[in-house]
């Protein structure tokens, strides 16, 4: 079985900046294409960002291109969102996601359980 483990939210001010993780464990790391998706109050789940196997690709949603950057680390089995230049409307829940099939958008195959982001004005 998968596990996706996220860590590093937190509150932080409009214009600063974050770094989400997520680690992996129970399946080739390698294997597996990596998204982030985020989830707003009242609002749908919504793509950010992926990273084919690997690295050397990536796909950002319009909202966060040129501010978020996607990252692995394949030896550590983990996989990295900088987030700079944040803004109030990037808070949300912040959800790792694995096994694509389908790039870039998905579905995959396996989700974490979220952590949260708060970007105060």
């Known amino acids: 079985q998968v596990q996706l483990v996220e860590s590093g939210g937190g509150l932080v001010q409009a214009g600063g900046s974050l770094r989400v993780s997520c680690a992996v464990s129970?399946?080739?790391?390698?294997?597996?294409?990596m998204g982030w998706f985020r989830q707003a109050p009242g609002k749908e789940r919504e793509f950010v960002s992926a990273?084919?196997?690997?690295?050397?690709?990536?796909y950002y949603a319009d909202s966060v291109k040129g501010r978020f950057t996607i990252s692995r680390d394949n030896a550590k089995n983990t996989v990295y969102l900088q987030m700079n230049s944040l803004k109030p409307e990037d808070t949300a829940v912040y959800y790792c996601?694995?096994?694509?099939?389908?790039?870039?958008?998905?579905?995959?195959?396996?989700w974490g359980q979220g952590t949260q982001v708060t970007v105060s004005s």
């Open positions: 996601a694995a096994g694509a099939v389908s790039w870039p958008t998905g579905p995959y195959n396996y």
């Open positions: 129970g399946r080739t790391f390698t294997s597996l294409i």
């Open positions: 990273i084919r196997r690997s690295g050397d690709r990536t």
